[in-house]
C-alpha cells in the first residue's frame, strides 16, 4: 500500500522487512508460552480452524521449509512462524528459515508492487495517493 501509495520502494522494504523480522523474532521467543497454554487448553476444536488446517498440510507435504515459505501466502507469516514452533520444529531453524522466506517475499512484493504501480500510472510523476495528500495537490 506504501508503495503503490508513492512512497520510495527501497525505504518501505526495508522497513517492511525489519519490522516483520522483529515481530516475528519475538513470536518465535515467547513461542513456547504458546505451546505451553495451548496444550493445557488442549480442545479439538481449537485444531479445526481453516488456518490450521492448511498449516497442518503445508506441515505434512512440505515440512518446514513449506510452511515458512509457502505457508505467507496461504495463512500469514506470524501464524507459519508459530505454527511450525508449535508442530515441533527448532527456533533457530524456524528463525533463520522465516529470515530467508521473509526476505524473498519482500523483494517479490515491493519489486512486483513499485513496476506494476509504474506500469498502471503514467504521466502522473508516479507520485500515488500517499504523496499528492502531503504535497496538497
Given at each position: 500500500?506504501?508503495?503503490?501509495?508513492?512512497?520510495?520502494?527501497i525505504?518501505?522494504?526495508f522497513?517492511?522487512?525489519f519490522g516483520?523480522?522483529?515481530?516475528?523474532?519475538?513470536?518465535?521467543?515467547?513461542a513456547?508460552?504458546?505451546r505451553?497454554w495451548l496444550?493445557?487448553?488442549?480442545n479439538?476444536k481449537?485444531?479445526?480452524?481453516k488456518?490450521?488446517?492448511?498449516?497442518?498440510?503445508l506441515?505434512?507435504?512440505?515440512?518446514?521449509p513449506?510452511?515458512?515459505?509457502?505457508?505467507?501466502?496461504?495463512?500469514g507469516?506470524?501464524?507459519?512462524?508459530?505454527l511450525?514452533?508449535?508442530?515441533?520444529a527448532?527456533?533457530?531453524?524456524?528463525?533463520?528459515?522465516?529470515?530467508?522466506s521473509?526476505?524473498?517475499?519482500?523483494?517479490?512484493?515491493g519489486?512486483g508492487?513499485?513496476?506494476?504501480?509504474?506500469?498502471?500510472i503514467?504521466?502522473?510523476?508516479?507520485?500515488g495517493?500517499?504523496m499528492?495528500?502531503?504535497?496538497?495537490?
Open positions: 500500500i506504501a508503495i503503490v501509495g508513492g512512497l520510495p520502494t525505504p518501505v522494504m522497513l517492511s522487512f516483520n523480522l522483529l515481530t516475528i523474532i519475538l513470536l518465535i521467543k515467547f513456547d508460552n504458546f505451553r496444550l493445557k487448553n488442549k479439538p481449537n485444531h479445526e480452524s488456518r490450521y488446517s492448511r498449516a497442518r498440510l506441515w505434512n507435504n512440505f515440512g518446514l513449506g510452511l515458512l515459505f509457502i505457508g505467507p501466502i496461504i495463512v507469516s506470524h501464524l507459519s512462524a508459530l511450525s514452533i508449535v508442530f515441533g527448532s527456533k533457530q531453524k524456524t528463525l533463520y528459515l522465516m529470515s530467508i521473509l526476505f524473498s517475499w519482500t523483494l517479490i512484493l519489486i508492487s513499485h513496476y506494476g504501480f509504474n506500469f498502471f503514467k504521466g502522473d510523476n508516479n507520485q495517493f500517499i499528492k495528500i502531503i504535497n496538497g495537490s
